[in-house]
């Protein structure tokens, strides 16, 4: 596949995942094969015990401009319900996830963003929900999900109007984790991320379930705990000064 065409690619370094939107020539826009191509990726990094954390960005300046407009002519059901699904997936992903965002962050591109589990974006970074633009009814757990990060005013006013907002409104309101100044967004989210994978994935994997509302799963992760060896790892590492090794990676999923 020539490296001009539409396409998401991914690296892994250091135990981060990076997936980059490449569709430069549309804003990095997500065309139906991008939206399709999202979710068996995350199911490979997913299951790869190396890879511990996860990074979604967007090639050069700009995160993701929303869906390719063209996708939405031909089939708007089936372009937001492809979206829907690939934003389900990211949500899902066991490990922790960042978007480290430049440019705009708009429509589709916004549905990625709140998927993941943090946002980290560059000063002149804009953001817009842009549904009432198009006519379009944005989706119910899409909705949630902005309710969730935001609050239900702020949600009205980017749902209501799809007008765009800057980093720092996005910070105020909670959109947004950090706001970095330019030229300062890749260094901060690889030290950030060299945190995360530093860090028990037993733990965040836990969190993760829990802070996303899941009330089921309490004693499969008593158990894990107790088989994991991590909690032992952690405890004697703190009381002889050195860097814990922790050994747990997310079970295979049969």
Known sequence: MELSEPQLLHTVTDSVATVVVHHPAKRNAMTAAMWRALPPLLDTLAADPGVRALVLTGEGGTFCAGADISTLRRSPEEAQALAVHAEEALAAFPK???????????????????????????????????????????????TRRLVSLVGPAAAKYLLFSGELIDAERALRTGLVDEVLPEGELAKRVGEFTRILASRSL???????EFANGRTDRDAYWTGQARGSGDTAEGVAAFLERRQPRFTWSVPGRG
């Open 202 to 208: 037993l733990t965040q994997a836990a969190a993760k």
């Open 96 to 142: 922790p996830t960042l978007a480290a965002i430049r440019g705009h962050c708009v429509g589709g591109g916004s549905q990625l963003a709140a998927a993941c589990d943090l946002r980290f974006a560059e000063e002149g970074s804009l953001f817009g929900v842009t549904p009432a633009k198009l006519g379009i009814v944005y989706p119910a757990s899409s």
